[in-house]
């Protein structure tokens, strides 16, 4: 699925997915994530960034959970450790539980299956295309001809 490989690319290393991705979304999608943002605004004093990725961390894997159940083995890891994030966040139990229930119904009221807009990939390959065509153009120059090398130490 496209959608799973474009969200496998965004998990940090503490297992959280920053806000940015929502922009791949459509709008009642992203409209979902924010009423989590909402919910946890008023019960926590998260900070934004904090308080950004832990909602957007829990809507991307309810969607996960409720629309690509079928390619469950290639999203369980990321949805582990999103878990391990969210519970740092939320340390107190009730309030995890509680945050975790919400999650689950904002997206079940989601009408459609989350899919990525074709609108930013479109930009995306756009703007690559452009790179691309500019490299092109400038490959007689002498400046494109160069190979940067590094150099190892080697132990005797």
């Known amino acids: 699925e496209e959608f799973i490989s474009h969200i496998l690319k ?14 791949d979304l459509p709008p009642p999608a992203s409209d979902g994530a924010e009423a989590l943002k909402t919910w946890l605004n008023q019960r926590t004093k998260l900070s934004d960034d ?21 390619c469950k083995d290639l999203w ?3 949805r582990e450790k ?9 340390a107190l139990p009730n309030l995890e539980k509680e945050f975790l229930e919400h999650s ?11 899919i990525l807009q074709r609108k930013s990939y479109f930009l995306r390959s756009e703007r690559i295309k452009k790179q691309c065509d500019a490299t092109k ?3 007689g120059s002498p400046e494109s001809d160069r190979v940067l090398v590094h150099g190892a130490p080697i132990d005797d």
């Open 137 to 139: 153009t400038n490959h």
């Open 10 to 23: 965004h998990p940090a290393f503490d297992g959280s997915i920053g806000s940015k991705i929502l922009d």
């Open 76 to 78: 369980t890891r990321m």
């Open 104 to 114: 689950w119904k904002t997206v079940s009221q989601l009408s459609e299956k989350v």
């Open 50 to 70: 904090v308080l950004n990725r832990t909602a957007t961390t829990a809507f991307i894997m309810r969607v996960l959970e409720r629309d690509y159940k079928g």
């Open 82 to 90: 999103g878990l391990e994030y969210i519970h740092l966040q939320l």
